[in-house]
């Protein structure tokens, strides 16, 4: 009978012993978990997002709206909000821009940025949303008859008067043609109003220059475009609004053998753009900073969500970037 307790006693000293092991082990992890969580490193008690905004776009795949994207990303991560896309296939398409808002507005959302190629085709639902309370942020081209609660993006009329300047001040640039991407065929976009009016106001007094537009149709072959002007017209410079179209535009040139009578003004900070630029085969590009205007998008509906003040127009600082400052980047890398 003695030794039976004794066996019990044992028995009882063990289990105590894994039980104060395991408790000291949970208590170690919650205490990890308790400062990783202040760090974000932590997922136990990670915060439930404060709230949801959608963002209503018919551009899923350019470079611009991936450097956009990563903007939105970080600023989403920072603020613990959810940002859903809600993806447009064809922003000229009212019935698809009226399903979006009204998935964004049964879905009790607390923010929507939209960012379509012409947000003035929403108009009517940026209202109505509007009059439920949901603030919606235009990004990219402005709304102003819209009511929306804010505008951000580049100011695109001061970006054109910087690439006109540009043009000016070279005395051999007699004809130019700027390149516009598809999304601007019905060219009724005001970014692209805005842009073309500003270049036209740095060179109108200028006499002899010819400057010639080219709207491109969606899947229009650019390289095929590009040789079709090259045959009827000699050209000193081509401008190109979009940084894939840049990217496309020199490449024609390379083939045909014409970078160094063709002088290039490319957009955006693209890698490859960079390069060309290092080499002098693009003499300058138009830079944006998409990344900027993505976390400004989701920092500036979060500001409106919990009613604090914030402007209704925001212009994001561009820069033209020419040689020299491409040859800079490396001493940032």
Do not use: C, W
């Not at 942020?137 to 580049?154: F, M, Q």
């Not at 690439?163 to 999304?183: M, P, Q, R």
């Amino acid at each position: 009978m003695k030794k039976q307790r004794v066996r019990n006693f044992q028995f009882t000293k063990f289990i105590l012993a894994i039980l104060l092991i395991a408790l000291v082990s949970y208590i170690g992890f919650i205490t990890y978990q308790i400062r990783s969580s202040e760090t974000g490193a932590g997922t136990l008690f990670t915060q439930i997002p404060e709230q949801q905004y959608v963002i209503i776009t018919d551009d899923e795949e350019s470079y611009a709206h991936a450097t956009f994207m990563d903007g939105v990303s970080t600023a989403s991560e920072s603020l613990n909000v959810v940002v859903k896309i809600e993806p447009i296939e064809d922003g000229t398409n009212e019935d698809e821009i009226e399903d979006a808002f009204k998935a964004s507005m049964y879905a009790h959302v607390d923010g929507i940025v939209l960012k379509l190629a012409n947000n003035d085709r929403a108009e009517v639902y940026i209202k109505k949303s509007e009059e439920r309370g949901i603030p919606v942020v235009v990004v990219g081209n402005d709304s102003i008859t819209s009511e929306r609660s804010a505008y951000i993006g580049t100011n695109k009329y001061n970006l054109g008067l910087s690439v006109g300047e540009l043009i000016l001040s070279d005395e051999a640039a007699e004809n130019v043609l700027i390149v516009f991407d598809f999304d601007y065929t019905d060219k009724k976009g005001a970014a692209t109003n805005n842009y073309l009016n500003g270049f036209l106001s740095a060179i109108k007094e200028s006499d002899g220059r010819k400057i010639q537009t080219l709207f491109l149709e969606e899947n229009q072959r650019i390289e095929s475009t590009v040789k079709s002007v090259l045959d009827q017209d000699k050209l000193d410079y081509i401008i190109a609004t979009d940084p894939i179209n840049s990217l496309r535009v020199t490449k024609a040139l390379i083939d045909l053998n014409e970078i160094g009578n063709i002088k290039i003004i490319a957009s955006s900070q693209h890698p490859d753009i960079v390069n060309y630029l290092k080499k002098g085969t693009i003499v300058a590009s138009a830079v944006e900073d998409f990344q900027l205007i993505g976390s400004g998008a989701i920092q500036t509906i979060y500001e409106l969500g919990h009613q604090r003040s914030t402007s209704a127009y925001q212009a994001i600082p561009f820069k033209i970037m020419g040689q020299e400052t491409a040859g800079e980047l490396d001493d940032l890398e």
